[in-house]
Structures are given as structure tokens and as C-alpha cells.
């Protein structure tokens, strides 16, 4: 009587249906290569200005009002230490 069951181990016995294995083994990869790329993509989303040269035109402005108002300050002495063009 005991001959006639299948005793195998749990999960053994399940026949996985080979179309969604397939679509799933498809899917697990599509979000792995997701999860390598999303770091990346957040931190260029977060510095977007950075690279978009919003953050150099804002040290510069800062730069030119630092020489006027050292120029305002110390009247008509010439002061050669902050450099515009670079």
C-alpha cells in the first residue's frame, strides 16, 4: 500500500509550467540589470545641475559679486587674487 504514493521531497513534486519560467527568469533578469543601473541614474538625477553647468555659472556669479564688493571695500586698490575667467 505504501508503494503506491510518490514520496518525494517537498517542492520536488511541483512541475513548473515552462512558459512562465521562462517570462520569470526574463523578468528577474530585466530587474537586475535595473537594480545595477538605479544608483547611477538617481545620483545624475540628483546633481542634474551640476552637470548642466547651472553650478558653474552660480560660482562664477558669486566670484564677480566677491570682486566688486572687494573692490568696494578697498576703494581703488587694485586686488589681483580672484580669477573670473576660469
Given amino acids: 500500500m505504501v508503494s503506491e504514493f510518490n514520496i518525494k521531497a517537498f517542492g520536488l513534486n511541483v512541475i513548473p509550467d515552462k512558459k512562465s519560467t521562462g517570462e520569470n527568469a526574463a523578468k528577474t533578469i530585466e530587474k537586475a540589470m535595473g537594480a545595477l543601473w538605479e544608483p547611477v541614474l538617481d545620483y545624475l538625477k540628483t546633481n542634474e545641475n551640476v552637470f548642466s553647468g547651472d ?32
Fill in 55 to 86: 553650478v558653474n555659472a552660480e560660482i562664477r556669479k558669486l566670484n564677480m559679486q566677491t570682486m566688486q564688493l572687494g573692490t568696494i571695500v578697498n576703494g581703488n586698490k587694485e586686488i589681483r587674487n580672484i580669477d573670473i575667467q576660469s
